[in-house]
């Protein structure tokens, strides 16, 4: 027997431990994916924000994400677009090539996140439309005041969370 394979290894040059290694990446990406699944995010953009989150560089082409992930370039392609749209990926050009290479960037839960207070200005107005059409003294009015009143507190604690992360991300992780 050969010493690699006394070693636990296999005589082809390893491929069972890198075969090991992506069959662990793959549990991961889908048990992550899943539950973004449970919290809302549609499946595919689940299970390609986890693969581009767990690679080793944070970046993949849609090649890489195709063969890892097993799906189409179409499929690769519409849950990138949603994912550039929420701002939780980036695209970017490799140099000298046509070729894109789709990025998770550190602080995409922030900027999501973010993006979220525009959203919620503008739920809120038009709540304040409804409020007013409705009057405070009907069931529904009071229903959308109260939903009213609930995003004016999460914008505003929104607001004051994001400058404490700030603060924990520059103490505990340097950025």
């Known amino acids: 027997m050969s010493e690699r394979r006394r070693e636990g290894g296999r005589a082809d040059g390893g491929r069972e431990e890198a075969t090991e290694g992506e069959a662990t990446a793959s549990r991961f990406i889908e048990r992550f994916a899943a539950q973004l ?26 090649a890489e994400l ?9 499929a690769v392609s519409g849950a990138v677009r949603y994912l550039a749209q929420v701002n939780m990926v980036s695209r970017e050009r490799e140099p000298g090539s046509r070729r894109e290479r789709y990025r998770v960037q550190g ?24 409020v007013s ?22 914008e505003k604690e929104l607001g004051s969370l994001m400058e404490r992360w700030a603060t924990h991300r520059a103490q505990h992780l340097g950025r």
């Open 133 to 154: 059409h409705f009057g405070l003294e009907t069931p529904q009015g009071r229903r959308l005041n109260e939903t009213l009143e609930f995003f004016q507190f999460l």
């Open 66 to 74: 195709g063969e890892q992930l097993k799906i189409s370039p179409a």
């Open 37 to 62: 699944v449970e919290a809302g995010m549609t499946r595919m953009p689940a299970r390609v924000f986890a693969a581009l989150l767990s690679s080793e560089r944070g970046d993949l082409t849609s």
């Open 107 to 130: 602080d995409q839960w922030y900027s999501a996140l973010t993006e979220r207070d525009a959203t919620l200005r503008s739920w809120q107005a038009t709540l304040r439309e409804g």
